[in-house]
């Protein structure tokens, strides 16, 4: 039992529990909110409140058939959904989920992976996750796919660039890339959405269009490309794509979180550096990913869908140069020893 | 188990280059690109350098390699029909290349070999290192390369304008839902509008033109 193996073995199964079941709840936090939102019940048939609606729904796409197109190009079409879920499951290793830990003489840090390059990575595996899309639309061999997935890619990089020197902004003040030092920094000063408003603003939009949620969801608008890239998708492979935007959202609300609101930590208050303590984190954590999903939600039954110059003029126009006026106040802010 | 990963991911680093220039299909191509440069980029990291193999994924395999997939899927570029290696011009540009390639790479090994050149230290390809050494020692180059794609930037600018101010484009160009493509600052006043009164600025600049 060498605890440099157990250790982040352990971290990863906790991170994983978290993150596995984002997609199931929000399925039915998301019918249900917009079911409350539109005034009608929403499912409330199975369990109570319609609580097991995902179990049900679960057992339907496993049961359903799996269905390949006959002009697909198979291995593209096969491999999509499974990669689609690596980057999902792999950027949250740099999210730190409570305090340092003393357990059998030695301590712990609560992140999976406590690399020099923390923030980067997240964003360097977060930027994989347009392959998928890709991948299924041109292998679906559907127009309506491929129309999809070559908006999914001018938007991606569009929005990441804005996404990027937002980040870039709170890693200035702090000097680190590590998040557990984004988030010590955070429990001396201000939480960091109060000085940096503008970049964390730009951080939001684009958090929805590197997720593809309303009012961004361009690749896989409904009601001009039936289903986008996923169209030709059903059954299993369908959910997993479900999956991967959940978890997605969820990696994407942990980040913003730890970079704007103090992650796992609450202000004034500080944990035990004992197993109490890391549940202590692990739950702040979770509520405040919770209270971000709760956002996506309520912003996608509120907003209508941007046209895609929209949201092209939107990304270039507007979002890069706040996000570099942000970075510019900023820097003079680090500068003049105001941060 | 070092040597295993190394082994593991510069054969895959080989055989994905492979692929990327010789599979018919651009698509299939510019996915073994991605992962080539993904094996790049974890030899990087067993290298003791992180930041190069996060930078490596972020902006070639996260970015650039994108660009390519968007243009190919715009474009609809199907398979290959036909090899092009019959073209003199290009095998010779090709063998030139592939002659310097191999000179830079020998030049490397045989300085390597002498003790004029010290090894990467951990520190040297540390952030702090490469910031030091970049901002620094290298200002100069950075600044000329960071020149370099300022002016790539304005001439792929340049390149894609639009011909709006060769003359007034007709209406049954533009798609309905789309601005207009004329730009009423160079071009006037788009002449299929109910006119209002025009700026004088623009009048003037008309009679000039």
């Known amino acids: 039992m060498n605890p440099e193996i157990v250790a982040p073995l352990l971290k990863y199964a906790v991170m994983f529990a978290v993150f596995i079941n984002v997609a199931p709840i929000m399925n039915w936090v998301e019918r249900r909110a917009c079911a409350f939102i539109q005034d009608r019940p929403g499912p409330n048939r199975v369990g109570p409140l319609g609580l097991f609606q995902p179990v049900a729904d679960a057992l339907k796409f496993m049961f359903k058939e799996d269905v390949t197109p006959t002009a697909a190009d198979k291995p593209l079409y096969l491999m999509a959904p499974a990669l689609a879920l690596l980057p999902a499951f792999t950027t949250f290793v740099v999210i730190p989920f409570g305090p340092d830990i003393a357990a059998a003489g030695r301590t712990f840090r609560l992140v999976v992976a406590d690399v020099d390059t923390g923030v980067l990575l997240f964003l360097a595996l977060s930027s994989l996750s347009v392959y998928s899309l890709v991948m299924a639309g041109y292998a679906s061999n559907n127009k309506f796919s491929l129309l999809g997935s070559i908006r999914a890619s001018a938007q991606l990089i569009s929005y990441e660039l804005a996404l990027t020197i937002a980040v870039l902004a709170v890693i200035l003040p702090v000097g680190s890339f590590h998040l557990s030092d984004v988030v010590a920094y955070q429990r001396t000063h201000l939480w960091n959405f109060i000085p940096q408003l503008i970049g964390f603003l730009v951080f939001l939009i684009a958090s929805f269009a590197e997720t593809n949620r309303l009012p961004f969801d361009l690749p896989e608008a409904e009601s001009e490309l039936v289903a986008g890239f996923h169209t030709e998708y059903g059954a299993m492979r369908f959910a997993l794509f479900f999956q991967a935007e959940y978890t997605n959202m969820a990696a994407l609300s942990a980040l913003g979180v730890t970079l704007y609101f103090g992650g796992w930590s609450l202000p004034g208050i500080e944990y035990p550096h004992n197993l109490l303590g890391a549940a202590l984190g692990l739950a702040t954590l979770v509520a405040k990913i919770a209270f971000c999903m709760v956002v996506y939600v309520w912003i996608r039954w509120t907003f209508p869908r941007f046209r895609y110059d929209q949201l092209m003029r939107l990304g270039w126009k507007v979002l890069l140069p706040l996000a570099i006026l942000n970075l510019i106040l900023v820097a003079a802010m680090t500068l003049a020893g105001w941060l | ?209």
């Open chain 2, 1 to 209: 188990m070092e040597t295993v990963v190394f082994g593991l991911f510069a054969a895959l680093a080989l055989v994905s280059a492979l692929v990327v220039v010789t599979h018919k299909s651009p698509i299939y191509s510019t996915l073994a690109l991605v992962l080539t440069l993904f094996s790049v980029a974890v030899l990087f990291v067993l290298l003791g350098a992180p930041f190069l193999g996060a930078l490596q994924v972020l902006v070639y395999a996260g970015a650039i390699v994108v660009l390519f997939l968007f243009v190919i899927m715009l474009l609809n570029v199907q398979k290959e029909e036909m090899s092009h290696v019959g073209s003199s011009g290009q095998l010779w540009a090709a063998l030139l290349a592939a002659v310097v390639f191999v000179g830079m790479l020998g030049l490397t090994f045989w300085r390597a070999g002498s003790p004029a050149v010290s090894p990467l230290t951990p520190e040297s390809v540390s952030l702090k290192g490469l910031a030091a050494e970049l901002f620094g020692t290298y200002l100069l180059p950075f600044e000329i390369v960071g020149l370099l794609l300022l002016v790539a930037v304005i001439g792929a600018t340049v390149a894609a304008r639009r011909p709006s101010e060769l003359g007034p484009i007709r209406e049954d160009e533009y798609v309905s839902g789309d601005e207009p493509r004329t730009d009423p600052l160079k071009s006037g006043p788009d002449p299929h509008r109910p006119s209002v009164a025009e700026p004088a600025y623009q009048s003037s600049q008309r009679e000039a033109s």
